[in-house]
Structure formats: C-alpha cells, structure tokens
C-alpha cells in the first residue's frame, strides 16, 4: 500500500491506495464515526489480493493522518456534505468505476454518495449503515460517551487521532444526540440508487436494528443483497473477519 496526502476542498486528506489493476474497479473504504485508515488492519490489502482489486482507503476531515476539523458543531446533513467530498476525492483520483464499502456512518455516506453520483458508483458493500435515527442508536451513542469519559478509551483512541481525539468525538455523540437530529432521514435518497448493494449487518448490532436493513433494501433501485450474521454486533468485519471476507469475495465476483 502506498500513501500520501491528497487536497480536496482547500483540506488535506489522509490516503492509502494499492493501484495495480487497470481494468479492474477501485474499492473504497468509507471508515466509522471513531474510525480510521488504521483501524481497517489489513482488510483492505486482503480484500485486494483475493478480489484482484484495486484499494483506495482514506481518513476523513478529522480523522487519522487527515487535516483537524475546526469545530465539532455539525450540521444535520453533515455525512451529504462528506459524499460530496468523496465524490471529489474521486474525481481527483480519477476513479469512475467505485465499489465503496462503509461501515456504520461510512455505509451512510457511500449510500448518499451512489445516490447523488451514480456515474462514478459500480456497486456498494454498507456494512452496519444507518439510513434514521433509532432508540438504540442513541443508546449505544451514549452509552459510548460514559465510556469515554469513564474508562482508558480516550488514551486508545489517541493512538490513531492524536489530538484530535476529544474533537473527533464530541462531533459524534452531540450531532446523534442533539434534538435536531432525530428526524434526520435518508431514505428519499435511496430510489435513486442503481448499482448492486450488498448489506452486511450483526444481528446483535447494539447501534442499529435490522429496519436498517430492510428498509434500505426495499427502497433501492439496483439489485439488493443482506448478508445477517447472528451473534456479531457492531462491526463484523473485526468479529467474524472470515465471514466478511469470504461473503464480499463472493459479492465482488460478478465485476
């Protein structure tokens, strides 16, 4: 994997990329809300040797290796804002056949963005996305909070932010939390998405039900896939890694 700083929108973003495939697509990784090119481990290059794939992962505004946000004050439609802003990575990566793979808000944001650019979206891997804000969603936000401010998570988070820690997270927890945003919905979004969806979400999921899921596979326009494990949560990809692997090998074979 090579890496590099790359500028969209007057911001430097945090990339790691393996090109080696000219006529294969490029999968990008669209990390979560405490996530990062480094949290992936080595899913990215595994994902790439078995599918023969291009790779593309990056750190968000905020995030990582990324530049720091200015303030943790967001707007409702802060993860429409973030689309735009991959689609721009894209335009200047030159890449025009994606498979975006998103985890948790990553699944939001490559959701949004196969909605809003569907010309540059082959098919998309949503792992754990969320489409309306749910009770236990804001339960596991803020039963995330007293973790950070109860336990050692900060310190564990530092490893992979740095400073940008306390910013990074108060960002997550008061936009979810804030009264303002439990009417946020994308879900009118979701016709104007074409290409071939795959989604993968734990049973036990403690941020999300399965009304994520179906309720996103209802309303697409492409052909639709869920791929439910029991017994796995919030990220399956790190809880039954093989799993994962072996069901989004078996997805991206068709391209």
């Known amino acids: 994997m090579q890496n590099k700083l790359i500028e969209v929108k007057g911001k430097k973003l945090y990339i790691e990329y393996h090109s080696l495939y000219e006529s294969k697509p490029t999968i990008v990784f669209l990390h979560d809300s405490l996530g990062s090119v480094q949290l992936w481990r080595d899913l990215p290059v595994k994902i790439a040797e078995k599918a023969q794939c291009n790779v593309l992962a990056y750190d968000r505004i905020g995030y990582g290796k990324s530049d720091p946000m200015q303030t943790y004050g967001r707007p409702t439609n802060y ?7 991959l689609n721009d990575l894209l335009v200047k990566r030159n890449i025009r056949d994606a498979i975006l793979f998103g985890h948790s808000d990553g699944g939001t944001i490559a959701l949004i963005t196969a909605s809003k650019y569907p010309e540059r979206i082959k098919s998309i891997i949503c792992e754990a996305g969320h489409i309306f804000v749910e009770e236990v969603t804001l339960k596991g936000v803020s039963d995330a909070w007293e973790a950070y401010k109860t336990t050692d998570l900060p310190k564990r988070l530092q490893k ?23 009417n946020w919905n994308i879900e009118h979004l979701l016709k104007n998405i074409t ?35 029991p017994d796995v949560g919030h990220t399956p990809h790190k809880e039954a890694p093989d799993l994962v692997l072996n069901k989004i090998s078996e997805f991206l074979q068709q391209f």
Do not use: N
Request: glycine share 6%.
């Open 195 to 229: 290409c071939p969806l795959l989604f993968i979400q734990g049973e036990a999921d403690e941020y999300g039900t399965l009304d994520q899921v179906e309720k996103t596979i209802s309303q697409v326009s492409g052909k639709t896939e869920k791929y439910i494990i």
């Open 79 to 85: 993860m429409e804002l973030e689309a735009d802003i």
């Open 160 to 182: 992979y932010h740095g400073d940008k820690v306390e910013m990074l997270f108060k960002a997550w927890t008061e936009t979810w939390l804030r009264d303002d945003y439990r």
